[in-house]
């Protein structure tokens, strides 16, 4: 438990120091390096062999996606498209060349699943960096809804928790400390307002943003379960071992995969429009 808080405080400095202290490029590369370190994760969490070429050429993919979600969506989905058909090129060659159907076919799905998952992870945290005015903000607000509410879970779950949220996938999440993660997320947006506005907002801005939160809230939840059946697929209870009693970068971040890319069309295309 110890290490657990030294490295989940140490990790929550950084990234207030990335946030609000450093310019955007060096935020930058830290999103790059954290979003290669994932996809490596995944990669060894689903291939016992690790090949240089697919490590790399993914690692590529997700970073050119990356940085063309920051220009345009046109341009990522343009990508997408480009990349898609590029892996179904690769393995309909590598199905010549007398390998089993069965092995292309779910290495072709896996690498797919992973070129998405962490595009998408990772993805929008810079876009919505780079929104004028309150950029900053709006990302702190994301990430302290995620962990914040996380770390409700947990706490509340293991003091409280009786029923089972999702026995299979997470045995020690429970219904209760996943209602206190909704309850911090609430707490959370009103604490943001009054530290970001004095409390001097539009009733309608804040309408708007406390329904999104318990939204982001259950979504920060269903992004864990996922990379929970993820891992346990495998047989693995860590994706990695990069953050002592966290486990690996993807355990830590897992709550953004679908959260984040929601936030981000939810403040360019209605908070930011009212």
Known sequence: MRTRVITGI??????????YWTPLEVAMIAV?????????????LFFQKAVLIRQVGLSAMVLLTMMALRQSL???????GCFYVLLAVVHVVRSSLNQSMQEVVQHFSTELVGY????????????????PGYGKDYLML?????????????FIGKKWGK?????????????????????????VVGVWLQWVYGG????????????????LSILAQLGDLFESVLKRSQGQKDSGAFLPGHGGILDRVDGLAF??????FYVTRVLERI
């Open 10 to 19: 140490s990790a929550a400095l950084v990234t207030i120091a990335l946030i």
């Open 32 to 44: 790059v390096i954290c979003s290669v370190l994932s996809y490596l994760e995944f990669d060894k």
């Open 74 to 80: 046109q341009l990522a989905f343009m990508l997408f």
């Open 116 to 131: 998405v998952y962490i595009s998408g992870l990772f993805g929008f945290i810079v876009p919505i960096l780079d929104i």
């Open 142 to 154: 994301l990430f302290l809804i995620v962990f914040a509410g996380d770390s409700a879970a947990y």
């Open 163 to 187: 029923r089972p949220l999702a026995s299979k996938v997470s045995p020690k999440k429970t219904i209760e400390g996943s209602l206190a993660a909704i309850v911090a997320s609430f707490i």
């Open 200 to 215: 001097a907002v539009d009733s309608h801005y804040v309408l708007r943003l406390m329904a999104i939160a318990p939204v």
């Open 259 to 264: 959260s984040t890319p929601i936030f981000y």
